[in-house]
């Protein structure tokens, strides 16, 4: 493995790790704050287990994510020096931004999460509501920084060095505004339909009140998101066609520039034979999404140099899967949304639950497939058009040591993530309990 | 004063309340590996209580000191990162296994087989830790991290692995587990565990001294600039006065059990430690061939970058003030996260035995 593999390798796993706990930082607040709400406007006890029980999950997965953030916050120099020491300057304060952003996340939740005897009921659910806000304003600055290594903007190149920097200019950059979009709404609706999924598997006691609740609250959160996220996936489609044309082409298989390009469903892109076959092509559908045009032209990979190609095939199949993804969620969301619309009840007929269950793990899924659309379909660049990645890999020799040495810490971290979680989970209250909420043997010790 | 040189400071600041704050939560650690006898339990559970609630907060300065450093000063970023990528990607490897391993052990079963096996990962990454940091800050002081048009040319592991940044580490992990000693004197009304953390505060504020002796004798061969600065300076003599003034003050408090003052004296001894070095060390970032103004980035990025300090500052210092005020008031009760029944946690008592059951 070669040292720009390995460095490369790193930081798609470390990326792959935290994005799972970043997204889930993202929505579960809101969730639990949703809850708490609930509890203070009705004084129904089962909001309050369930508002303590999510706050439990969410401060294992916080603590994880935010040593597996700091982690990337080093790897940023540890791998890529040439690249921070080069654009440091122009898309630092965006990461300075989420510090400060990380910093009130920290804070309130420690006062949220151990200050439910300490401070007045309003001041704590005000708490919450800060780590949520604060939770996605991280997740936006962050991918601030990443929309500019997509559509670098806010400087100019004279001998090599960037000059005339100008950071505001660089975090509105033109893919910002699509991509915090398109990723804010995807923690909500991957966080939801993960926590429905749980509640529904839960559920198999139909009549449990403490899982019903949940289920509505996780479910709202995650349908609406699922809902609204085609609409910034659109907004994204037409972003990346504008700014990173070799991506779109990518993403598409779209090997040829041609006027009235089709959508393609599927297929398999040859790159040999610069062309995507066993796909079904929708007429002029790539022209229409992408320029809401159905005449216009897109440039195909043949329009790029051989090597300023990303791997289509990579980049292809994740598309597909985040699409697929995603409409089988918003799918789930319309049917859902209709089932209450029938019935003003929340809908739990045995296969919705079922469908619930399996899409669990969708939106994870999801986002990490478009994740590596993002990432892989940028390469060879780490900074579109002005830096490669191989340029800004550090000189340091045996990479793959420090690879292996954290994938297989965050491997034993995730085992014991999800083994703890489904103690959680293991340890559900039965109906008798939610009424008035005795204390179960292993659900009362908490104390290191 | 110029731009680079005020975040210059806010950056040292950042590491400062890091090292006060952060600092005592891995000296926290170390008195959890070394807690023995009949009280262990109960000094094991005030350590933890008294992290707890605070310790995610407290671990946002050193993120606030990277980013600092990588906005504010690009070049020493990637040099620093680039000379010193082992080290740091073991202190890595520390805090990702410390902070897992102490929310874990907070969530998983309380048999004591499954606590023993958290706390060992807890505790020794809280060891390591410190050390490894304070190797990164030696070798950043000793000078021997040279760079040719923007290529580190001093290796991967000559800068650090040398007597002095090695000497910087353990003083390091002896002041944070004396900081974390006298801290904890005010984190119990208990009688019994007062006292045994003033002994503590007493052994390692003894070590505290004896290492920070060994550190400075290196210094004249391991990091002569830094040396220079130390002694030679018109600053120097004053400094090492107020130093030594507050050491023995914490010193006799301890003796005293005037544990506030204690507190005090300790946090301002430290402090001092920092910003001697950092005036030693001064203009230099990364000695000899970076400097503060060579390294800064371009005014635009450091005006933004201050004016998002200063208001972050003006949000954050009252939200950590509350923080604190929560929880660390005078001698509070146990702090716990909230277990599903509201009704057990107000049972509990200040007693940190009361929710260790056996």
Known sequence: MSDLLAARSQMAMSLAFHIVFAAIGIAMPLLMVVSEFFYLRTREEIYLTLAKRWAKGTAILFAVGAVSGTVLSFELGLLWPRFMGWAGAIIGMPFSLEGFAFFTEAIFLGIYLYGWQRVPPRAHLLAGVLVAVSGALSGIFVVIANAWMN??????????????????????????????????????????????????????????????????????????????????????????????????????????TEAGAPLRIGGIPDEERGETRYAIEIPRGLSFLAFHDTRATVKGLEAFPRDHWPNTRIVHFAFQAMVALGMLMMGTALWGAYGWWRRRALPDGKWFLRTLMLLAPAGMIAIEAGWTVTEVGRQPWIIQGVMRTSEAVTPMPGLVV???????????LAVIVVWLLLRQVAASPRIAETEKIEPREEESRFVA | MSLELIVAGAMIVSLTFYALLGGADYGGGVWDLLARGPKAKAERALIADAIGPVWEANHVWLILVVVILFTAFPPAFAVIATALHIPLTLLLIGIVLRGSAFTFRTYDAERDSVQQRWSYIFSIASIITPVLLGIILGSIASGQITVENGVVTSGFLRPWLAPFPIAVGFFALALFAFLAAVYLTLETRDFDLQESFRRRALISGTAVGALALTVFLLSGTGAPKVRAGLSASPWALPLHIITALFAITTFWSLWKRAYKLARLCAAAQLTLILWGWALAQFPFIVEPDIT?????????????????????????????????????????????PETSDPTTSSTLNANADAHQPR
């Not at chain 1, 995650?222 to 990173?244: K, T």
């Not at chain 1, 420090?402 to 034993?412: E, G, K």
Request: aromatic share 10%; charged share 10%.
């Open chain 1, 151 to 256: 559509s670098p903007t806010g400087f100019e190149i004279v001998g090599g060095q960037p000059v005339n920097i100008d950071p505001v200019a660089a975090m509105l950059n033109p893919m910002a505004l699509s991509q915090t979009l398109h990723m804010t709404i995807a923690a909500y609706a991957a966080t939801g339909f993960a926590v429905s999924g749980i509640h529904a598997y839960l559920l198999r006691d139909r009549t449990n009140p403490f899982h019903r609740r949940a289920l509505a609250i996780a479910l709202t959160v995650g349908g609406i998101a699922a809902l609204l996220q085609p609409l910034s996936g659109d907004l994204s489609a037409r972003a990346v066609a504008l700014n990173q044309p070799a991506k779109l082409a990518a993403l598409e298989g779209q090997f040829k």
């Open chain 2, 292 to 336: 503060i103004s060579s390294a800064a980035a371009p005014p635009p990025t450091l005006r933004f970058l201050l004016a998002a300090l200063a208001i972050g500052a003006l949000l954050l210092f009252p939200s950590f003030y509350y923080l604190f005020r929560i929880f660390k008031g005078d001698t509070p009760p146990t702090a716990l």
């Open chain 1, 402 to 412: 420090p690879f292996i040495t954290f994938t297989l810490l965050y491997i034993f």
